[in-house]
């Protein structure tokens, strides 16, 4: 009888210990239901509400436009082609639109342009906007693009964050070693200006158009770079990444423009799409869901803090599933030209990185490299992976790892 007494106390025993543990795996089932719960509602949250600051951002890109058409207009009196900036070119012209200075960064030249009565006039103005290009920064010339200041006077939501351009040099580094006496300035135009032919033409418009071509030093882009050195090795130290990369990047997105502007559009030298990448690299530097202005990333600290955080988000949290930090870095790098869902379909019929890490996780970092080379959908992609890459080693010699 007592025997039969202490089996059914133990028996009871368990039995409150396996109920105690099923309830509990049971509570643990519903917490993880509600925290899945609650991550799906805030994703859908972000979405939602990312997808209205979309909307903002394409009436803000209409208002660009048509400010953009009105201005091509106004130059169509005076030039048979109306140029503006572009990712590697700098077009800026006079008040009266009759001069139009180009600096092809990639190509390292200078081409000034102007319209005048005679060879005599033409000098005097070439030579006034040849020095305006050697010596102006970056703040000067914005307040003084008449286009720039038409785009910034638009009317934003509040969900659009704008900002003051800074003051950086463009291109005195690159022609002068320290600041410039006026003596100095006079005796590089002039030279400039016996050494190089100008070239004269009549346009469709029947007036005379002068050009000035002026080939810049070969170490014009390294030069560029080291103006950004400071801000590059900030945000480089902040985001745990290389500042080889970094620089790399830059010099591929836009040749170090600092008015890099790009037909998505995408502005600034790390070339950030606000919609897209500048919401998450916004969110994820200051916890807020906003959209940036292109005032906000011709700013260089800002353009810098931005790219570089994005290229944080996609190293550390999109691409985490990858493993060999060097293959990462490969998909990271075309990431930022074509999105992760591409990288991963590059990999599996699907944009699952986490599904196409499993295979990249078998191949080894050169092996990565050369089917990301191959496979990526789009060629743009294939060649920037090319670019950045080879360039990230010259930097990396240059500024260290």
């Known amino acids: 009888m007592q025997i039969q007494k202490t089996l059914s106390s133990s028996f009871f025993a368990v039995a409150l210990l396996i109920s105690a543990a099923d309830a509990k795996a049971d509570s643990f089932a519903d917490y993880k239901q509600v925290q899945q719960q609650n991550f799906q509602k805030n994703t859908q949250k972000f979405i939602y509400y990312k997808n209205s600051l979309n909307q903002d951002f394409l009436n803000y890109k209409k208002a660009q436009q048509k400010a953009y058409d009105e201005y091509k207009q106004e130059l169509k009196k005076y030039w048979d082609t109306t140029e503006l900036s572009t990712k590697k070119r700098l077009v800026h012209y006079t008040q009266d639109k009759q001069t139009k200075t180009a600096i092809d960064f990639a190509e390292e030249k200078i081409k000034i342009e102007t319209i005048a009565k005679d060879e005599k006039e033409a000098k005097r103005k070439l030579a006034h906007a040849l020095l305006k290009a ?18 910034a006077k638009i009317k934003t939501p509040k969900t659009i964050i704008k900002a003051k351009v800074d003051a950086k040099p463009i291109l005195a580094p690159v022609i002068f070693d320290k600041k410039p006496s006026t003596k100095e300035l006079i005796n590089y135009t002039k030279k400039t200006l016996e050494k190089n032919p100008i070239k004269e033409r009549i346009n469709s418009k029947q007036k005379h158009v002068y050009t000035l ?4 030093p070969s170490d014009t882009t390294i030069k560029r770079s080291r103006t950004y050195y400071q801000e590059v090795q900030s945000a480089a130290q902040k985001e745990r990444i290389a500042p080889s990369l970094i620089f790399a990047v830059m010099h591929t997105e836009s040749s170090f423009n600092p008015y890099a502007r790009s037909y998505v ?23 807020e869901k ?8 011709y700013n260089s600290r800002n353009n810098i803090q931005m790219g570089s955080a994005y290229l944080h988000i996609l190293y550390y949290s999109y691409l985490r599933h ?27 019929s699907s944009s699952s990185v986490k599904y196409a890490a499993q295979k990249i996780n078998t191949m080894s970092a050169d092996d990565v490299y050369t089917h990301l080379r191959k496979n990526l959908r789009y060629k743009e992609a294939r060649d920037y992976l090319q670019r950045v890459e080879k360039r990230r080693r010259i930097y990396k010699k240059i500024y260290g790892s």
């Open 134 to 151: 050697v010596t102006i920064d970056t703040k000067e010339l914005y307040k003084e693009d008449e286009l720039l200041q038409k785009v």
């Open 265 to 287: 559009p995408a502005y600034g030298l790390m070339q950030i799409v606000p919609h897209t990448a500048g919401i998450d690299a916004y969110y994820y530097l200051y916890k």
């Open 213 to 216: 071509n002026v080939t810049l």
């Open 322 to 348: 990858i493993k060999d930090p060097q293959s990462r870095l490969y998909c990271t790098i075309a990431a930022y030209n074509t999105g992760a869902g591409n990288v991963a379909r590059a990999f599996v």
């Open 290 to 297: 906003k959209l940036v202005s292109d005032s906000y990333l």
